[in-house]
């Protein structure tokens, strides 16, 4: 299409270090979808739901340690020149400062980031079929909300009717599904940029 970024085109790349972390990463939640899965009955036990808690934020871990590892990795990239000179160590030291602060890697976060250290904005190339950029971003940021609460708060002991589980199982489901394609997408960015 005229006018659209160049790594918004799909093709034949090979996928960053990072991506291949994260695929390795993101199977601990398949695993816990599984466990779940193998649990299920109707209805399923109330020890179950921890699972998909757990797998929720094991996605969105995988999300977060693939934005650090996909930085750094294009960091050593355009700094290759200047290693271990006074500015790539500067520029090195920053960068961990940074990510030592980096804990919630919401689509802001995650845009200032790159954006600061690869002078692109990856959220210009978040959208495929059915999501546009701020679908994806809103996507996003509502995931790590839910990540928030799945981590920080219990599921509270009521009598009668228990609440609704935080994460169903198709969320995790579409959750999983979503930060693979989310992957996807800044891996190309990001290659179709350095390609420029």
Request: positive net charge.
């Amino acid at each position: 299409m005229a006018g659209s970024p160049p790594s918004r085109q799909r093709s034949m790349q090979s996928t960053s270090r990072a991506s291949n972390t994260f695929t390795y990463a993101i199977s601990d939640a398949e695993v816990l979808l599984s466990l779940f899965d193998s649990m299920n009955s109707k209805p399923p036990p109330d020890s179950a739901e921890v699972l998909k808690r757990a797998g929720l934020i094991m996605a969105l871990t995988a999300w977060e340690t693939y934005v650090e590892d996909r930085i750094r990795e294009e960091m050593n990239v355009r700094l290759r020149v200047i290693a271990g000179s006074p500015v790539g160590q500067f520029v090195n030291r920053r960068l961990e400062e940074e990510l030592k602060r980096f804990h919630t890697p919401s689509a802001d976060k995650t845009r200032r980031l790159f954006h600061e250290y690869a002078g692109i904005d990856v959220t210009e190339y978040w959208d495929w079929p059915q999501y546009d950029c701020a679908r994806v971003k809103k996507t996003l940021d509502d995931l790590i909300s839910k990540r928030g609460d799945a981590a920080h708060r219990a599921r509270p002991v009521v009598q009668g009717v228990p609440p609704p589980h935080l994460v169903k199982r198709d969320d995790l489901e579409k959750a999983i599904r979503f930060l693979k394609t989310l992957v996807e997408a800044t891996d190309r960015a990001l290659s179709g940029h350095a390609a420029m």
